[in-house]
């Protein structure tokens, strides 16, 4: 049974730090692309950041330079170190397989399996 969990969330206040992780099972996802996704209330989800099985990573330009993903394969974990944090970045965050047809920045409609996500709150 695939679960993932995602877990970290906060109140912070702008400036601050979170560092979100994720337990995956179930699901060999060592040999995928994981990713960090947000949505914001009333908004599509969003793909923020990617880290490859190799640990490569890539960034939308608003969290580039405060975000970093990574990942530890043999716990079956991934993380999002969040740094500065701003309003803007109030959000569910979620981890996943990166699907076929995400991309980096580019809004999509959420379908199939998601655990259950972590709210993240930045106050001004």
């Known amino acids: 049974q695939v679960q993932l969990v995602e877990s970290g969330g906060a109140l912070v206040q702008a400036g601050g730090s979170l560092r979100l992780s994720c337990a995956t099972s179930?699901?060999?996802?060592?040999?995928?692309?994981m990713g960090w996704y947000r949505q914001a209330p009333g908004k599509l989800r969003d793909l923020v950041a990617t880290v490859s099985t190799s640990g490569d990573t890539t960034y939308e330009d608003p969290v580039k330079g405060r975000f970093t993903a990574s990942r530890d394969n043999a716990k079956g974990m991934v993380y999002l170190q969040m740094n500065n944090l701003k309003p803007e970045d109030t959000a569910v965050y979620y981890c996943?397989?990166?699907?076929?047809?995400?991309?980096?920045?580019?809004?999509?409609?959420?379908?199939?399996?998601w655990g259950q996500g972590t709210q993240v709150t930045v106050s001004s």
């Open positions: 996943n397989a990166v699907g076929p047809n995400h991309r980096v920045g580019k809004p999509f409609y959420a379908v199939g399996y």
């Open positions: 179930g699901r060999i996802f060592s040999r995928e692309d």
